[in-house]
């Protein structure tokens, strides 16, 4: 039974079947009426009773596990939000779902399934929601992609929900200084190169993480949790106190209350969500020198929420935007270090004050954001004398830390963090590695030269897959001291602890014949943060050759949840998405089907590729070519043919990849349009290579053209 057909009284019923609940409550669905006697009966069977079952039902979703100590004390987490709910006259039913440990996988093959379960984290609580037909959520996370996972379950099942984070770890000590996870993983490739001894990263080990609670700098569980303010879906002040903290069991106590008000006021993520939060949260992301991982999570969200958001929006803000916060890891401060100078509202006072950020913005207590600053008791600006918290007008750095490259090694875009010197400029040859565990016995044999640049290819989205964090070889190569003369790029992720000029989701991954596939060792390889650039000193010719001998790799799995998330994956550049709703510029698996040419105008019209609705244009030479919504046409190269008097004409191959076996005609089209804007000029027709044009004189022109470069 759908919410909207909510369960009808039979006049020969008695009211003992039925409550006085709100009838649009999906739970209505399998509490009231006689024929739902089995389904209360149940329910009885576990403790709730006639008062629980006359209240809205919210489910808490709880990833706990002893698998890392960001998930191990989520069960009390879970506990105080539950006695929340249950003071405010809600019905709290507990259940649970997997999380993954990013730091205890990382460096190994198991890491490809974290990024994995950011989406099975999504799956099972939308299940759960929709199977049991709960009223509301409280969403409990721990570990990086509890945060995403469960803030996409909250926009697909778009229940009246309050995101809950678990915490954040408390600093460790040793030899007299704060340190965290981070410090371990760079004391590796430190002892590595023998700067260090094994004594001293025994003693290391043993004290970094001196209890519960998520890694302790601003690294992705705390980047996130901290955007999760900022996008509305958490209250603000709830994302900085410590795991191990009586205010975090406050904070969970409060979000079991709030999310009853917003079943009262029905206040749903779609009622929240907007392109102002996305831009909040990307303002906020910058100014605090928050994890790449963010870019990937803000476009999925945002793509699930249906909220217009592409990579280059990171950058724009990211310019206008300055850092006023440096903390781990560019800097040596933690989120508690934060927390105890009034946390994250700080942050988005002052940038609200600067002109940053939308205060109109709508959050999950049914204020704006500039009301819930007003409501908090956060220390003035003129007492806070930290040497890590900076006023807009005297920033740490002028612009934000997310920069979007682009260049001929990543056409779609791909993400760094700064977290030193904004201006670095690094040319230098290529050292190109098939995968991370290549890189990282290179590395770690002390083969690296000032000046390298490290590329570990295959593991995007698709080709890994699931996009394994390199914070292993980052962290070794910074250990040896190359914190400023080495860069890495790749189609994988980073860590939010990983620091110097890293470049990740280098997108089209390798998987799908982008031109990082294409690098070859010793290539001229330049980053370039001021003008934005990644790029490779060879000519469009020679890739293009490199590109024709170019055959995609066999999938790594062939089976199991590996292969299948392998198979769904979006680009990087659009947030790596697998739910079908989100699908924006997808990239389906490579089955190569049809080699097509035909021909577009240059430079007084562009060619928009179609499937579907939806539009990627892509600039080729001096032809703006558009590669489909879903990216389900490659470019194999650029070809001059013959030009008639009426426009300037480049031949262009194209192959095409599907996953379902066959390409229909009907399903893709290419319409040529004047480059300045305005109607259509005419369409080209891609699998009979003709062009059909809309005025009588282009008719002539382009038929005669396509005639004579028929069979070409």
């Known amino acids: 039974m759908s919410q909207q057909e909510a369960p009808k009284r039979q006049d020969d019923e008695s009211d003992v079947f039925y409550s006085d609940k709100d009838s649009n409550l999906p739970s209505t669905d399998v509490t009231e009426g006689a024929d739902r006697a089995p389904h209360r009966s149940m329910f009885r069977a576990m403790g709730f009773d006639d008062d629980d079952l006359s209240s809205p039902m919210v489910g808490v979703a709880n990833p706990a596990a002893d698998i890392t100590p960001c998930n191990v004390h989520l069960d009390d987490v879970a506990e105080a939000a539950v006695e929340g709910i249950d003071a405010a006259g809600g019905m709290p039913i507990e259940f649970g779902t997997i999380t993954i440990s990013d730091a205890i996988s990382m460096g190994t093959e198991g890491m490809k399934a974290s990024l994995i379960s950011r989406e099975v984290i999504a799956d099972s609580v939308e299940l759960v929601s929709f199977g049991e037909r709960m009223d509301a959520l409280v969403t409990v996370a721990g570990c990086d992609k509890n945060l995403p996972g469960m803030m996409m379950a909250a926009i697909r099942t778009d229940l009246p929900t309050v995101f809950l984070y678990g915490g954040s770890i408390m600093p460790g000590e040793h030899q ?10 760079e004391g590796v490739g430190t002892f590595a190169e023998g700067q260090m001894s094994a004594e001293e990263l025994d003693d290391l080990e043993r004290h970094a993480c001196p209890g519960a609670g998520s890694c302790g700098g601003m690294f992705t569980a705390n980047t996130m949790a901290s955007i999760s303010e900022a996008l ?28 009853l008000q917003a079943v009262k006021e029905d206040l749903r993520p779609s009622d929240i969500l907007s392109k102002k939060s996305f831009e909040n949260a990307i303002a906020l992301q ?31 803000i990211s310019r206008r935007t300055p850092k006023i916060a440096n903390l781990q890891p560019g800097g040596t401060k933690t989120m508690n270090d934060l927390h105890e100078e009034g946390g994250v509202p700080v942050i988005i006072r002052r940038l609200l004050d600067g002109g940053h950020f939308h205060g ?35 920033p740490y750095q002028a612009e934000g830390a997310i920069k979007i490259l682009t260049g001929n090694l990543a056409p779609d875009g791909a993400v760094l963090k700064v977290t030193g010197d904004d201006a670095f400029h690094h040319q230098g040859p290529a050292r190109v590695f098939e995968d991370e565990e290549a890189a990282m016995e290179y590395v770690q044999e002390g083969h690296i030269k000032s000046g390298d640049v490290i590329v570990i290819r295959n593991e995007g989205p698709q080709g890994g897959p699931g996009m394994r964090e390199m914070l292993g070889v980052t962290a070794a190569v910074v250990g040896q001291g190359h914190e400023d003369d080495v860069a890495l790029l790749t189609d994988g992720r980073f860590s939010g602890a990983t620091r110097g000029p890293m470049v990740g989701h280098v997108a089209p991954e390798a998987a799908v014949g982008g031109p990082i596939a294409l690098l070859e060792d010793g290539d001229e390889i330049t980053v370039d943060i001021p003008a934005r650039e990644l790029s490779v000193d060879v000519s469009d010719a020679e890739l293009d050759q490199r590109r024709e001998a170019w055959t995609p790799r066999d999938p790594r799995y ?53 499937r579907g609705r939806g539009r990627f244009d892509r600039r080729v030479g001096n032809a703006l070519v558009g590669q489909g919504e879903r990216e389900d046409a490659q470019l194999l190269g650029v070809q001059k043919v013959h030009s008639p008097s009426c426009v300037r004409l480049w031949g262009i191959r194209y192959q095409f990849w599907s996953r379902v076996g066959d390409v229909n005609e009907s399903e893709v089209s290419w319409v040529l349009r004047p480059r300045g804007g305005g109607s259509p000029q005419g369409y080209v027709d ?13 008719r002539r022109c382009f038929e005669n053209t396509a005639r004579r470069n028929s069979g070409r």
Do not use: C
Request: aromatic letters at 6%; proline letters at 6%.
């Open 360 to 394: 109109d913005a709508m959050t999950v207590t049914g204020r704006t954001i500039k009301e819930e600053l007003a409501e908090l008791e956060l220390p003035a600006d003129e007492e806070i004398t930290s040497d890590f918290i900076y006023p807009v007008e005297d």
């Open 558 to 610: 062939t089976s199991g949840v590996l292969a299948k998330y392998g198979q769904t994956f979006g680009s990087a550049a659009n947030g790596a998405v697998t739910s079908p709703g989100a699908k924006q510029n997808w990239a389906p698996p490579k089955t190569v089907l049809n080699r097509i040419r035909f021909v577009i105008s240059s430079p007084r019209y562009r060619l928009d590729v179609r």
């Open 686 to 698: 891609g699998m009979a290579s003709r062009v059909t044009p809309t005025s009588r004189r282009q």
């Open 232 to 259: 509305g879906l958490a209250p603000l002040g709830s994302a900085d106190a410590p795991a191990e903290s009586p205010e975090r069991y406050d904070i969970a106590a409060r979000a079991g209350e709030a999310v």
């Open 176 to 185: 007299g200084r704060s340190v965290t996870i981070q410090n371990v993983f």
């Open 286 to 316: 910058v100014a605090i020198g928050g994890s790449t991982n963010a870019v990937l999570h803000l476009l999925a969200l945002a793509a699930e929420a249906g909220v217009d958001l592409t990579i280059e929006e990171f950058d724009a």
